[in-house]
Protein backbone atom coordinates (compact mmCIF):
# COMPACT_ATOMS: atom_id res chain seq x y z
CA UNK A 1 0.00 0.00 0.00
CA UNK A 2 2.37 2.22 1.42
CA UNK A 3 4.36 1.86 -2.69
CA UNK A 4 1.28 2.35 -4.67
CA UNK A 5 0.70 5.92 -2.64
CA UNK A 6 4.12 6.62 -3.56
CA UNK A 7 3.67 6.41 -6.92
CA UNK A 8 0.18 7.68 -7.21
CA UNK A 9 1.52 10.94 -5.41
CA UNK A 10 4.20 10.74 -7.73
CA UNK A 11 1.89 10.91 -10.76
CA UNK A 12 0.00 13.54 -9.81
CA UNK A 13 2.67 15.81 -9.17
CA UNK A 14 4.38 14.89 -12.70
CA UNK A 15 0.92 15.64 -14.03
CA UNK A 16 0.96 18.84 -12.94
CA UNK A 17 4.49 19.60 -13.19
CA UNK A 18 3.84 19.03 -17.24
CA UNK A 19 0.92 20.52 -17.83
CA UNK A 20 2.62 22.59 -20.22
CA UNK A 21 3.78 20.14 -23.05
CA UNK A 22 7.47 19.42 -23.61
CA UNK A 23 8.72 18.84 -27.24
CA UNK A 24 9.44 15.33 -27.22
CA UNK A 25 13.07 16.00 -28.70
CA UNK A 26 13.53 17.93 -25.38
CA UNK A 27 13.08 14.57 -23.35
CA UNK A 28 15.46 11.64 -22.40
CA UNK A 29 14.34 8.04 -23.26
CA UNK A 30 12.68 6.88 -19.67
CA UNK A 31 15.00 4.69 -17.52
CA UNK A 32 14.82 1.45 -17.25
CA UNK A 33 14.76 -0.43 -13.98
CA UNK A 34 18.27 -0.69 -12.56
CA UNK A 35 19.74 1.85 -14.88
CA UNK A 36 22.46 3.62 -13.14
CA UNK A 37 21.91 6.98 -10.63
CA UNK A 38 24.83 8.94 -12.52
CA UNK A 39 25.38 10.93 -8.92
CA UNK A 40 26.02 7.63 -7.03
CA UNK A 41 29.83 7.66 -8.93
CA UNK A 42 30.82 10.91 -7.31
CA UNK A 43 32.87 10.10 -3.98
CA UNK A 44 31.23 11.57 -1.29
CA UNK A 45 32.25 11.51 2.38
CA UNK A 46 28.44 10.41 3.55
CA UNK A 47 25.80 7.88 2.12
CA UNK A 48 24.15 11.14 1.06
CA UNK A 49 25.03 11.08 -2.78
CA UNK A 50 21.72 13.81 -3.48
CA UNK A 51 21.37 16.41 -1.71
CA UNK A 52 17.49 19.11 -2.27
CA UNK A 53 18.00 22.27 -0.36
CA UNK A 54 14.16 23.71 -0.27
CA UNK A 55 14.62 27.53 -0.21
CA UNK A 56 11.39 28.84 1.12
CA UNK A 57 10.80 32.41 2.06
CA UNK A 58 10.59 34.80 5.53
CA UNK A 59 9.32 33.16 8.07
CA UNK A 60 11.14 33.15 12.22
CA UNK A 61 11.70 30.24 14.21
CA UNK A 62 9.09 31.03 16.33
CA UNK A 63 6.84 32.32 13.72
CA UNK A 64 6.32 28.41 12.88
CA UNK A 65 7.86 26.53 15.65
CA UNK A 66 6.83 28.74 19.09
CA UNK A 67 4.70 25.92 20.75
CA UNK A 68 6.20 22.66 19.35
CA UNK A 69 4.97 19.95 20.04
CA UNK A 70 2.54 21.15 21.41
CA UNK A 71 -0.66 22.17 19.65
CA UNK A 72 -3.47 24.25 20.67
CA UNK A 73 -6.66 21.67 18.41
CA UNK A 74 -9.46 23.33 18.59
CA UNK A 75 -12.71 21.64 16.73
CA UNK A 76 -12.81 22.12 13.19
CA UNK A 77 -8.69 22.42 12.79
CA UNK A 78 -6.29 19.55 11.62
CA UNK A 79 -5.28 17.84 14.95
CA UNK A 80 -1.96 17.67 15.68
CA UNK A 81 -0.60 15.21 18.19
CA UNK A 82 3.10 14.71 19.21
CA UNK A 83 4.37 11.28 19.17
CA UNK A 84 5.30 10.29 23.13
CA UNK A 85 9.01 11.23 24.19
CA UNK A 86 8.84 13.70 21.55
CA UNK A 87 11.80 16.79 22.48
CA UNK A 88 10.80 20.04 23.23
CA UNK A 89 12.29 23.35 21.35
CA UNK A 90 13.96 26.19 22.38
CA UNK A 91 10.24 28.26 21.71
CA UNK A 92 8.06 30.45 23.69
CA UNK A 93 6.91 28.74 27.07
CA UNK A 94 3.65 30.32 29.04
CA UNK A 95 5.79 31.82 31.53
CA UNK A 96 7.71 33.66 28.99
CA UNK A 97 5.05 34.83 27.12
CA UNK A 98 3.82 35.93 30.36
CA UNK A 99 6.72 37.94 30.73
CA UNK A 100 7.75 39.16 27.45
CA UNK A 101 8.50 42.61 27.47
CA UNK A 102 7.37 43.45 23.76
CA UNK A 103 4.23 45.89 23.62
CA UNK A 104 2.32 42.90 22.48
CA UNK A 105 2.52 39.71 23.91
CA UNK A 106 3.43 36.63 21.66
CA UNK A 107 0.10 34.91 20.36
CA UNK A 108 -1.11 32.11 18.36
CA UNK A 109 -2.42 33.06 14.54
CA UNK A 110 -5.06 29.87 13.44
CA UNK A 111 -5.59 28.54 9.77
CA UNK A 112 -8.26 31.03 8.75
CA UNK A 113 -5.49 33.88 9.50
CA UNK A 114 -2.59 32.31 7.12
CA UNK A 115 -2.49 35.19 4.58
CA UNK A 116 -1.04 37.74 6.13
CA UNK A 117 0.86 41.12 4.94
CA UNK A 118 4.68 40.84 5.18
CA UNK A 119 6.66 42.55 7.88
CA UNK A 120 9.60 44.87 7.93
CA UNK A 121 13.12 42.95 7.61
CA UNK A 122 15.34 45.35 6.70
CA UNK A 123 19.19 44.62 7.60
CA UNK A 124 18.59 47.93 10.19
CA UNK A 125 15.49 47.31 11.48
CA UNK A 126 15.49 43.30 12.77
CA UNK A 127 18.44 44.79 14.34
CA UNK A 128 16.83 47.63 15.79
CA UNK A 129 13.62 45.36 17.09
CA UNK A 130 16.21 42.52 18.46
CA UNK A 131 16.81 45.89 21.06
CA UNK A 132 20.93 44.92 22.28
CA UNK A 133 19.47 41.12 23.10
CA UNK A 134 16.61 42.26 24.95
CA UNK A 135 13.92 41.22 22.26
CA UNK A 136 11.64 43.33 22.78
CA UNK A 137 10.98 45.91 20.12
CA UNK A 138 9.10 44.18 17.33
CA UNK A 139 5.72 46.31 16.84
CA UNK A 140 8.06 49.54 16.84
CA UNK A 141 10.64 48.14 14.38
CA UNK A 142 9.29 45.79 12.02
CA UNK A 143 5.79 45.61 12.07
CA UNK A 144 3.66 46.41 9.18
CA UNK A 145 0.39 46.79 9.97
CA UNK A 146 -1.86 45.28 7.45
CA UNK A 147 -4.47 46.75 5.39
CA UNK A 148 -8.22 45.90 4.62
CA UNK A 149 -7.00 43.34 2.32
CA UNK A 150 -5.87 41.40 4.84
CA UNK A 151 -9.32 41.44 6.63
CA UNK A 152 -8.75 38.71 9.33
CA UNK A 153 -5.56 40.06 10.69
CA UNK A 154 -6.30 44.19 10.02
CA UNK A 155 -7.51 44.29 13.64
CA UNK A 156 -4.29 43.21 14.93
CA UNK A 157 -2.42 46.28 13.58
CA UNK A 158 1.15 46.09 14.70
CA UNK A 159 1.01 43.82 16.85
CA UNK A 160 0.48 41.34 14.31
CA UNK A 161 4.11 40.89 14.36
CA UNK A 162 4.22 38.99 17.25
CA UNK A 163 1.92 36.27 16.14
CA UNK A 164 2.67 32.23 15.41
CA UNK A 165 0.85 29.40 14.16
CA UNK A 166 1.42 26.06 15.67
CA UNK A 167 0.72 22.36 14.48
CA UNK A 168 -3.01 23.10 13.27
CA UNK A 169 -1.81 25.34 10.53
CA UNK A 170 1.69 24.72 9.68
CA UNK A 171 1.08 20.67 9.86
CA UNK A 172 3.25 19.35 7.63
CA UNK A 173 6.54 20.76 9.07
CA UNK A 174 5.27 19.55 12.18
CA UNK A 175 5.04 16.20 11.24
CA UNK A 176 8.36 16.38 9.22
CA UNK A 177 9.73 17.13 12.50
CA UNK A 178 8.29 14.18 14.47
CA UNK A 179 9.71 12.00 11.60
CA UNK A 180 12.75 13.63 10.70
CA UNK A 181 15.60 15.95 12.23
CA UNK A 182 14.84 19.78 12.85
CA UNK A 183 17.10 22.52 14.37
CA UNK A 184 15.79 25.26 16.97
CA UNK A 185 19.42 26.84 17.02
CA UNK A 186 19.50 28.00 12.84
CA UNK A 187 19.76 31.58 11.90
CA UNK A 188 20.10 33.65 8.79
CA UNK A 189 23.64 34.24 8.22
CA UNK A 190 23.43 38.22 8.54
CA UNK A 191 20.71 40.18 9.38
CA UNK A 192 18.49 41.37 6.59
CA UNK A 193 16.23 40.39 3.42
CA UNK A 194 16.04 37.76 0.58
CA UNK A 195 18.52 38.70 -1.12
CA UNK A 196 20.97 38.69 1.67
CA UNK A 197 19.73 34.77 2.64
CA UNK A 198 20.04 34.08 -0.69
CA UNK A 199 23.50 34.48 -1.53
CA UNK A 200 24.23 32.88 1.97
CA UNK A 201 22.63 30.32 1.44
CA UNK A 202 25.28 28.96 -1.82
CA UNK A 203 28.45 31.46 -0.44
CA UNK A 204 28.54 32.37 3.13
CA UNK A 205 29.07 35.71 1.59
CA UNK A 206 27.27 38.79 0.77
CA UNK A 207 30.80 41.48 0.48
CA UNK A 208 32.69 42.27 -2.67
CA UNK A 209 29.79 43.38 -4.69
CA UNK A 210 31.19 44.70 -8.23
CA UNK A 211 30.29 48.76 -8.39
CA UNK A 212 31.19 48.12 -12.30
CA UNK A 213 27.43 46.33 -12.25
CA UNK A 214 25.96 47.11 -9.31
CA UNK A 215 23.65 50.56 -10.41
CA UNK A 216 20.54 52.05 -8.31
CA UNK A 217 21.48 51.07 -5.27
CA UNK A 218 20.61 53.20 -2.50
CA UNK A 219 21.80 52.87 1.31
CA UNK A 220 19.14 50.00 1.70
CA UNK A 221 20.90 48.13 -0.98
CA UNK A 222 24.56 47.84 -0.65
CA UNK A 223 26.31 48.97 2.52
CA UNK A 224 30.61 49.08 2.22
CA UNK A 225 30.01 47.10 -0.93
CA UNK A 226 27.91 44.41 0.98
CA UNK A 227 24.49 43.57 0.15
CA UNK A 228 22.00 44.28 2.93
CA UNK A 229 18.63 44.90 1.09
CA UNK A 230 17.09 43.41 -1.84
CA UNK A 231 18.45 44.44 -5.35
CA UNK A 232 17.74 42.53 -8.59
CA UNK A 233 20.83 40.35 -9.76
CA UNK A 234 22.76 42.19 -12.59
CA UNK A 235 22.92 39.38 -14.64
CA UNK A 236 19.06 38.28 -15.39
CA UNK A 237 16.69 40.06 -17.88
CA UNK A 238 14.00 40.17 -15.89
CA UNK A 239 15.24 42.20 -12.96
CA UNK A 240 14.28 45.91 -12.17
CA UNK A 241 16.39 48.64 -12.87
CA UNK A 242 18.20 48.70 -9.16
CA UNK A 243 20.39 45.57 -9.44
CA UNK A 244 23.94 44.49 -7.73
CA UNK A 245 26.59 41.88 -9.01
CA UNK A 246 29.21 40.06 -7.22
CA UNK A 247 33.09 39.95 -8.29
CA UNK A 248 34.46 37.78 -10.60
CA UNK A 249 36.35 37.07 -7.63
CA UNK A 250 33.65 35.75 -5.67
CA UNK A 251 32.78 32.05 -5.73
CA UNK A 252 29.87 30.22 -4.97
CA UNK A 253 28.59 26.40 -4.19
CA UNK A 254 27.43 25.72 -7.74
CA UNK A 255 31.27 27.37 -9.15
CA UNK A 256 32.82 25.21 -6.71
CA UNK A 257 30.76 22.22 -7.57
CA UNK A 258 31.27 22.98 -11.68
CA UNK A 259 34.98 22.44 -11.04
CA UNK A 260 34.62 19.01 -10.24
CA UNK A 261 32.18 18.23 -12.76
CA UNK A 262 29.91 17.22 -10.11
CA UNK A 263 26.03 18.05 -11.15
CA UNK A 264 23.92 20.98 -9.39
CA UNK A 265 21.31 23.42 -10.50
CA UNK A 266 18.91 25.83 -9.32
CA UNK A 267 15.29 25.45 -9.79
CA UNK A 268 12.90 28.03 -9.63
CA UNK A 269 9.31 28.87 -10.17
CA UNK A 270 8.43 31.36 -13.18
CA UNK A 271 11.90 30.86 -14.76
CA UNK A 272 10.82 29.57 -17.93
CA UNK A 273 10.41 33.41 -19.42
CA UNK A 274 6.87 34.30 -20.51
CA UNK A 275 8.36 36.15 -23.79
CA UNK A 276 11.56 34.89 -25.19
CA UNK A 277 14.57 37.31 -25.54
CA UNK A 278 15.49 38.84 -29.04
CA UNK A 279 18.52 40.32 -30.45
CA UNK A 280 17.01 43.50 -29.37
CA UNK A 281 14.79 42.50 -26.64
CA UNK A 282 15.37 41.09 -23.01
CA UNK A 283 13.19 38.06 -21.76
CA UNK A 284 9.87 38.85 -19.71
CA UNK A 285 9.25 36.63 -16.25
CA UNK A 286 5.25 37.36 -16.34
CA UNK A 287 3.91 33.80 -15.65
CA UNK A 288 1.53 33.52 -12.81
CA UNK A 289 0.42 30.69 -11.09
CA UNK A 290 -2.57 31.11 -8.35
CA UNK A 291 -2.77 30.70 -4.93
CA UNK A 292 -5.10 28.22 -3.22
CA UNK A 293 -7.49 31.37 -2.36
CA UNK A 294 -7.31 32.15 -6.33
CA UNK A 295 -5.09 35.16 -6.79
CA UNK A 296 -2.50 34.68 -9.14
CA UNK A 297 1.24 35.75 -8.30
CA UNK A 298 4.09 36.59 -10.61
CA UNK A 299 5.57 33.27 -9.78
CA UNK A 300 9.71 34.47 -10.33
CA UNK A 301 11.24 36.71 -8.49
CA UNK A 302 14.03 37.80 -9.69
CA UNK A 303 16.20 38.73 -6.32
CA UNK A 304 15.18 35.04 -4.75
CA UNK A 305 17.26 33.90 -7.56
CA UNK A 306 21.30 34.06 -5.86
CA UNK A 307 23.21 32.22 -8.70
CA UNK A 308 22.17 35.28 -11.13
CA UNK A 309 23.88 37.59 -9.15
CA UNK A 310 27.51 35.89 -10.35
CA UNK A 311 28.23 36.04 -14.47
CA UNK A 312 29.92 32.83 -13.98
CA UNK A 313 26.67 31.15 -13.03
CA UNK A 314 24.03 33.55 -14.29
CA UNK A 315 21.58 32.58 -17.32
CA UNK A 316 20.74 36.46 -17.99
CA UNK A 317 18.15 35.29 -21.07
CA UNK A 318 16.13 32.23 -18.92
CA UNK A 319 17.62 29.84 -21.83
CA UNK A 320 16.32 26.37 -21.29
CA UNK A 321 18.89 23.38 -21.34
CA UNK A 322 19.36 21.75 -25.00
CA UNK A 323 17.63 18.68 -23.96
CA UNK A 324 17.42 16.83 -20.52
CA UNK A 325 20.40 14.99 -20.60
CA UNK A 326 21.79 18.64 -20.13
CA UNK A 327 19.96 19.28 -16.42
CA UNK A 328 22.66 19.43 -13.90
CA UNK A 329 25.68 19.78 -16.36
CA UNK A 330 26.93 22.35 -18.33
CA UNK A 331 25.23 24.31 -21.26
CA UNK A 332 23.08 26.75 -22.59
CA UNK A 333 20.78 27.09 -19.44
CA UNK A 334 24.46 27.05 -17.25
CA UNK A 335 22.79 25.23 -14.28
CA UNK A 336 19.80 27.93 -14.20
CA UNK A 337 16.13 25.97 -14.75
CA UNK A 338 12.34 26.09 -14.46
CA UNK A 339 11.53 23.94 -11.77
CA UNK A 340 9.71 21.65 -14.00
CA UNK A 341 13.16 20.46 -15.16
CA UNK A 342 13.80 19.33 -11.66
CA UNK A 343 10.50 16.95 -11.65
CA UNK A 344 11.29 15.76 -15.35
CA UNK A 345 15.20 14.79 -14.23
CA UNK A 346 14.17 13.35 -11.31
CA UNK A 347 11.76 11.07 -12.68
CA UNK A 348 13.86 10.37 -15.15
CA UNK A 349 16.53 9.20 -13.02
CA UNK A 350 18.81 12.19 -13.42
CA UNK A 351 18.76 13.65 -10.06
CA UNK A 352 21.17 15.73 -9.54
CA UNK A 353 23.79 15.84 -6.99
CA UNK A 354 22.80 18.81 -5.56
CA UNK A 355 19.86 20.80 -6.31
CA UNK A 356 18.50 23.90 -4.66
CA UNK A 357 14.76 24.67 -5.68
CA UNK A 358 12.75 27.57 -4.93
CA UNK A 359 9.27 27.36 -5.37
CA UNK A 360 6.97 29.72 -7.24
CA UNK A 361 5.91 32.83 -5.44
CA UNK A 362 2.18 31.51 -4.55
CA UNK A 363 3.87 28.67 -2.75
CA UNK A 364 7.33 29.88 -1.38
CA UNK A 365 5.39 31.05 2.04
CA UNK A 366 6.26 34.79 1.98
CA UNK A 367 3.16 36.49 3.39
CA UNK A 368 1.63 39.04 1.18
CA UNK A 369 1.95 36.41 -1.86
CA UNK A 370 1.76 33.44 -0.09
CA UNK A 371 1.01 32.01 3.55
CA UNK A 372 1.54 28.75 5.24
CA UNK A 373 -0.94 26.64 3.84
CA UNK A 374 0.13 27.09 0.16
CA UNK A 375 3.87 26.62 0.97
CA UNK A 376 2.56 23.08 2.59
CA UNK A 377 1.19 21.87 -0.99
CA UNK A 378 4.82 22.63 -2.49
CA UNK A 379 6.91 21.01 0.42
CA UNK A 380 4.67 18.03 0.82
CA UNK A 381 3.98 17.13 -3.11
CA UNK A 382 7.99 17.83 -3.60
CA UNK A 383 8.68 15.55 -0.88
CA UNK A 384 6.61 12.68 -1.65
CA UNK A 385 7.77 12.40 -5.48
CA UNK A 386 11.23 12.60 -4.10
CA UNK A 387 10.49 9.75 -1.90
CA UNK A 388 8.74 7.87 -4.66
CA UNK A 389 12.33 7.39 -6.27
CA UNK A 390 14.56 4.97 -6.21
CA UNK A 391 17.22 7.37 -5.31
CA UNK A 392 15.57 8.70 -2.23
CA UNK A 393 17.35 5.99 -0.40
CA UNK A 394 20.98 8.18 -0.94
CA UNK A 395 19.05 11.67 -0.79
CA UNK A 396 18.97 14.44 1.97
CA UNK A 397 16.23 17.03 1.90
CA UNK A 398 16.97 20.60 3.22
CA UNK A 399 14.11 22.87 3.73
CA UNK A 400 15.06 26.30 4.95
CA UNK A 401 14.29 29.50 4.64
CA UNK A 402 16.09 32.76 3.63
CA UNK A 403 15.13 35.56 6.14
CA UNK A 404 12.34 35.94 9.13
CA UNK A 405 10.43 38.30 7.68
CA UNK A 406 11.25 41.01 11.00
CA UNK A 407 8.22 38.31 12.78
CA UNK A 408 9.30 37.77 16.72
CA UNK A 409 11.95 35.26 17.55
CA UNK A 410 12.78 35.53 21.58
CA UNK A 411 16.08 34.17 20.96
CA UNK A 412 19.26 36.01 19.88
CA UNK A 413 22.16 33.86 18.26
CA UNK A 414 25.71 34.75 18.88
CA UNK A 415 27.16 37.42 17.28
CA UNK A 416 30.14 35.87 15.37
CA UNK A 417 30.79 38.81 13.11
CA UNK A 418 30.57 42.79 13.99
CA UNK A 419 30.61 45.86 11.54
CA UNK A 420 30.28 49.28 12.01
CA UNK A 421 28.10 51.41 9.13
CA UNK A 422 25.41 53.61 8.38
CA UNK A 423 22.97 50.60 8.75
CA UNK A 424 23.92 48.85 11.89
CA UNK A 425 22.24 49.57 15.02
CA UNK A 426 22.25 46.05 17.01
CA UNK A 427 24.12 47.42 20.15
CA UNK A 428 23.63 51.56 19.28
CA UNK A 429 23.54 53.68 16.29
CA UNK A 430 25.52 52.71 13.23
CA UNK A 431 27.09 49.72 15.43
CA UNK A 432 26.97 46.04 15.97
CA UNK A 433 29.77 45.46 18.40
CA UNK A 434 33.09 46.95 17.74
CA UNK A 435 34.88 48.85 14.42
CA UNK A 436 37.70 46.36 13.13
CA UNK A 437 36.49 43.13 14.19
CA UNK A 438 34.84 42.01 11.07
CA UNK A 439 35.66 39.42 8.32
CA UNK A 440 37.96 40.35 5.48
CA UNK A 441 37.75 43.88 6.65
CA UNK A 442 34.22 43.65 5.55
CA UNK A 443 31.02 45.82 7.21
CA UNK A 444 27.28 45.56 6.69
CA UNK A 445 27.42 41.83 7.53
CA UNK A 446 26.58 41.73 11.48
CA UNK A 447 26.28 38.02 12.29
CA UNK A 448 24.47 36.26 13.21
CA UNK A 449 20.71 37.07 12.55
CA UNK A 450 17.60 35.79 13.18
CA UNK A 451 16.24 32.12 13.84
CA UNK A 452 14.71 30.43 11.38
CA UNK A 453 13.53 27.18 10.81
CA UNK A 454 15.64 24.11 9.68
CA UNK A 455 14.50 20.53 8.64
CA UNK A 456 16.21 17.67 7.34
CA UNK A 457 14.42 15.32 5.54
CA UNK A 458 16.21 11.59 4.63
CA UNK A 459 16.61 8.16 4.96
CA UNK A 460 19.44 8.81 7.16
CA UNK A 461 17.79 11.86 9.30
CA UNK A 462 17.55 11.11 13.19
CA UNK A 463 14.02 10.44 13.98
CA UNK A 464 11.73 12.58 16.35
CA UNK A 465 15.44 14.92 16.95
CA UNK A 466 16.12 18.47 18.17
CA UNK A 467 19.60 19.68 17.10
CA UNK A 468 21.03 22.67 18.96
CA UNK A 469 23.93 22.73 17.36
CA UNK A 470 24.90 26.94 16.39
CA UNK A 471 24.12 26.81 12.73
CA UNK A 472 23.72 29.39 9.87
CA UNK A 473 22.86 29.39 6.13
CA UNK A 474 26.09 29.12 5.27
CA UNK A 475 25.90 25.66 6.88
CA UNK A 476 24.62 24.36 4.09
CA UNK A 477 27.26 25.07 1.64
CA UNK A 478 29.63 23.55 4.37
CA UNK A 479 27.85 20.58 3.96
CA UNK A 480 28.00 20.30 0.80
CA UNK A 481 31.75 21.19 0.40
CA UNK A 482 31.98 18.34 3.20
CA UNK A 483 30.08 15.72 1.36
CA UNK A 484 31.92 16.40 -1.90
CA UNK A 485 35.32 17.01 -0.44
CA UNK A 486 35.33 20.61 -2.10
CA UNK A 487 37.41 23.35 -1.11
CA UNK A 488 36.01 25.99 1.26
CA UNK A 489 35.01 29.26 -0.57
CA UNK A 490 36.95 31.37 2.24
CA UNK A 491 37.94 34.76 1.44
CA UNK A 492 35.35 36.45 4.31
CA UNK A 493 32.59 33.54 3.67
CA UNK A 494 31.15 32.22 6.56
CA UNK A 495 31.75 28.86 5.32
CA UNK A 496 34.92 28.83 7.11
CA UNK A 497 33.31 29.15 10.63
CA UNK A 498 29.33 28.03 9.70
CA UNK A 499 28.04 24.45 12.73
CA UNK A 500 27.91 21.17 10.85
CA UNK A 501 24.66 19.41 10.54
CA UNK A 502 25.71 16.25 10.50
CA UNK A 503 24.27 15.77 13.97
CA UNK A 504 21.23 15.55 12.29
CA UNK A 505 22.33 12.53 10.91
CA UNK A 506 22.64 8.83 11.52
CA UNK A 507 24.96 7.47 9.02
CA UNK A 508 25.67 4.03 10.99
CA UNK A 509 22.09 2.99 11.80
CA UNK A 510 19.93 5.17 9.72
CA UNK A 511 16.33 4.73 10.46
CA UNK A 512 14.94 4.60 7.02
CA UNK A 513 12.11 6.44 7.98
CA UNK A 514 9.64 7.18 4.84
CA UNK A 515 6.30 9.55 5.14
CA UNK A 516 4.09 10.51 2.92
CA UNK A 517 1.76 13.65 4.06
CA UNK A 518 -1.67 14.82 2.78
CA UNK A 519 -0.46 17.83 0.54
CA UNK A 520 -3.98 20.13 1.84
CA UNK A 521 -4.10 18.76 5.34
CA UNK A 522 -0.53 18.00 6.00
CA UNK A 523 -1.47 15.05 7.88
CA UNK A 524 0.00 11.49 7.46
CA UNK A 525 -1.10 9.51 4.99
CA UNK A 526 0.98 6.35 5.35
CA UNK A 527 4.43 5.88 7.62
CA UNK A 528 7.23 3.38 7.73
CA UNK A 529 6.65 3.87 11.51
Given at each position: ???????????????????????SNLLAAP?????????????????????????????????????????????????????????????????????????????????????????????????????????????????????????????????IVMGYFD????????????????????????????????????????????????????????????????????????????????????????????????????????????????????????????????????????????????????????????????????????????LSWFTKA????????????????????????????????????????????????????????????????????????????????????????????????????????????????????????????????????????????????????????????????????????????????????????
Open positions: MLRKNLRWMAAILMATNMAVLTPKEKGDPDPAAAYETTTPIKHVVVIFQENVSFDHYFATYPNATNPEGEVKFKAKEKTPTVNGITEGQAALDQNTVKPFRLDPSQNYTCSMNHGYQAEQQAFDSGLMDMFPEFTAHACTSQYPSVQPLGTGGNTVTAEWNYAQNYAMSDNMHDTNFGPSTVGAINVISGMTGNTDPTTSKNNGTSDVIAGSIVGDPDPAFDDCAGTDVAGMQTTNENIGMLLGARKISWGWFEGGFTPSTAATATAKAVCATTTNRLDGTAETAYVPHHNPFEYYQQTANPHHLPPASLAEVGHDGQANHQYDAMNGDLPAVSYLKAPAAEDGHPGNSSPLDEQVFLTQTINMLESLPTWSSTAVIITYDDSDGWFDHVMGPILNQSVSADDALSRTGACGIAGNSLEGLQGRCAYGPRLPFIVISPYSKTNYVDSTVIDQSSVVRFIEDNWTLPRIGNGSFDEFAGSIENMFNFKNPPGENLILDPYTGAVLSSSN
